[in-house]
């Protein structure tokens, strides 16, 4: 009996680290990004050097819900984001050290925002978070150092500033 759990536990364990084998990093334009299981989409990475970049909302015919953790870090040229209104989810350090970010609109679609999301964005003077927002991770706001104001939607039910 010992025999046949571990063998089930090897297999299964194999078919987990195999899962994720199976998933194609798509590109468009200057995106890389994967097709979420909801049939989403979730920018992985930019590879451009613009300064001023706005995310589209769909790729492909797919719609962009999720930005992945520190898929537009350390581009230390880009300055503002626009990010599209069907965008829930920023992943951990998604900004981190991009040194130059001055500005950034979040969506008021936005529910979850990982960790550090804005770390080491020492232009970054103004944050404006929506009255959805009901997940903020930890330091979000790290080392910005030339941060001046948070605003939280009044009828945030979750977060105020105080």
Same mark, same amino acid.
């Given at each position: 009996?010992?025999?046949?759990?571990?063998?089930?536990?090897?297999? $299964?364990?194999?078919?987990?680290?195999l899962?994720?084998?199976?998933?194609?990093?798509?590109?468009?334009?200057?995106?890389?990004?994967? /097709?979420?299981?909801?049939?989403?989409?979730?920018?992985?990475?930019?590879?451009?050097?613009?300064?001023? @970049?706005? /995310?589209?909302?769909?790729?492909?015919?797919?719609? @962009?819900?999720?930005?992945?953790?520190?898929?537009? !870090?350390?581009?230390?040229?880009?300055?503002?984001?626009?990010?599209?209104?069907?965008?829930?989810?920023?992943?951990?350090?998604?900004?981190?050290?991009?040194?130059?970010?001055?500005? @950034?609109?979040?969506?008021?679609?936005?529910?979850? $925002?990982?960790?550090?999301?804005?770390?080491?964005?020492?232009?970054?003077?103004?944050?404006?978070?929506? !009255?959805?927002?009901?997940? /903020?991770?930890?330091?979000?706001?790290?080392?910005?150092?030339?941060?001046?104001?948070?605003?939280?939607?009044a009828?945030?039910?979750?977060?105020?500033?105080?």
């Open positions: 009996m010992k025999k046949i759990i571990i063998i089930l536990a090897v297999l $299964m364990a194999s078919l987990n680290l899962s994720g084998c199976f998933a194609e990093d798509l590109s468009y334009g200057d995106f890389s990004y994967t /097709i979420l299981p909801d049939g989403t989409a979730e920018i992985l990475r930019y590879r451009g050097e613009d300064a001023d @970049v706005t /995310i589209p909302e769909t790729l492909d015919g797919f719609t @962009v819900t999720s930005l992945a953790i520190q898929a537009f !870090a350390r581009i230390e040229t880009l300055r503002s984001v626009v990010i599209p209104d069907s965008v829930t989810t920023l992943g951990d350090n998604v900004f981190g050290e991009c040194t130059a970010l001055e500005s @950034v609109n979040i969506p008021e679609a936005l529910t979850w $925002m990982g960790s550090g999301v804005f770390q080491g964005c020492v232009l970054l003077e103004k944050a404006v978070l929506p !009255a959805g927002l009901i997940r /903020i991770g930890w330091n979000p706001f790290d080392r910005c150092d030339s941060l001046r104001s948070i605003e939280i939607a009828d945030n039910p979750f977060f105020s500033v105080q």
